[in-house]
């Protein structure tokens, strides 16, 4: 058994994040013996009967509520530890955005990082939240990225800007991170800047090589129209990105480009590339979610310690119906024990 078990944050109760767990759980009961959720005990006892006949007690899962994950060793086998966050919640309508359900989602996220930051986690895998419910309840933060990356600067005792984050939505044969995230398109063309891109080649090159790539081939993606066509449609490539990529081939890192991004990705896809950085949200999430959700995986880096989450969302329109898939989950929750191998301290 592993000394410490990878955390599972619930996801908003309302969704299918409670959901999928199970599911995944289900599906690959050697889990049990690795993972401890974290969340809202009512609602997770009502996502646990979803899709089971009878409709009774947990579907035949054992959960058993623990004060603190170390208690997660003591399990018998086979039960599911769950770790309450903040306090006791009426579950929510199936489906719909609540301040509720956005803090109980927050209350997982705060509660499973904190363990990861403090070491007491191997690592930390988020099922979906939705924004609205985080914005209605409060959270000065659009997104788990941003929420995590505040809450790991206040760890280390420095400010946000000095502990820069990337996220990273991978699936089979393809892998791109963003210079940004969840901003308008407007304020995303405004953050092409040679030192975001710099700083975002250096966090993938990193992340590749903890991962045990000796050499990682980092391609990176033009703005503009076939790369700006040496400035005839932009030059963004020349001002920005092109001296980003040079300063990055000073520092020894394998990144070329800026590469046209209309076939960037399918070039990377093909094996002439381990990973595409793009500029921005839509331009390197639409290739990764055009090749299915089910086994798509977002990862964050930079943070110290290994954050992954499924790569769809709250999926509202089937939320408490028992058909949600769990592949993608599943498929995070790989990544973070492959990142995170059993005894593991935390990843910098």
Not at 10 to 18: F, V
Not at 43 to 63: M, Y
Request: proline letters at 7%; glycine letters at 10%; a negative charge.
């Amino acid at each position: 058994m592993a000394k410490r078990p990878v955390l599972i944050s619930m996801g908003d109760p309302a969704g299918i994040g409670p959901e999928i767990v199970w599911r995944a759980l289900r599906e690959r009961p050697a889990l049990r013996r690795e993972v401890v959720v974290v969340g809202d005990m009512a609602c997770l006892r009502r996502a646990a009967r979803l899709g089971v006949v009878p409709d009774s007690a947990e579907g035949g899962l054992v959960l058993a509520e623990l004060e603190e994950p170390a208690q997660w060793a003591g399990l018998p086998p086979g039960a599911v530890g769950v770790w309450q966050a903040g306090d006791a919640l009426a579950p929510p309508a199936w489906g719909q955005v609540s301040a509720a359900a956005g803090r109980a989602a927050a209350a997982a996220i705060r509660q499973g990082a904190q363990a990861a930051l403090d070491g007491r986690a191997r690592a930390l895998v988020t099922a979906p939240i939705h924004k609205e419910a985080l914005a209605a309840a409060g959270e000065p933060y659009p997104g788990h990225t941003e929420l995590l990356q505040a809450l790991a600067a206040r760890h280390q005792g420095v400010p946000v800007a000095a502990l820069p984050v990337r996220m990273m939505l991978s699936a089979p044969g393809l892998a791109t991170v963003l210079v940004s995230i969840h901003v308008s398109l407007r304020d995303a063309l405004a953050a092409v800047t040679t030192e975001g891109v710099l700083e975002t080649i250096r966090t993938t090159d990193a992340h590749f090589r903890r991962a045990g790539l000796a050499q990682p081939r980092i391609a990176v993606a033009g703005l503009n129209p076939h790369a700006g066509e040496g400035g005839l449609f932009g030059r963004e490539e020349i001002e920005a990105i092109e001296p980003a990529v040079r300063a990055a081939r000073d520092l020894g890192i394998a990144a070329s480009g800026p590469h046209p991004p209309d076939t960037v990705f399918m070039r990377a896809r093909q094996g002439a590339f381990d990973v595409v950085v793009a500029m921005y949200h839509d331009q390197g999430l639409i290739p990764v979610k055009l090749l299915g959700l089910e086994h798509g995986v977002n990862t964050t880096l930079g943070l110290p310690f290994v954050r992954t989450s499924p790569d769809h969302g709250t999926a509202f329109d089937i939320a408490g119906s028992g058909r949600a898939s769990a592949d993608s989950l599943l498929a995070a929750i790989d990544a973070a024990m492959a990142a995170a191998p059993e005894g593991a301290g935390l990843t910098s």
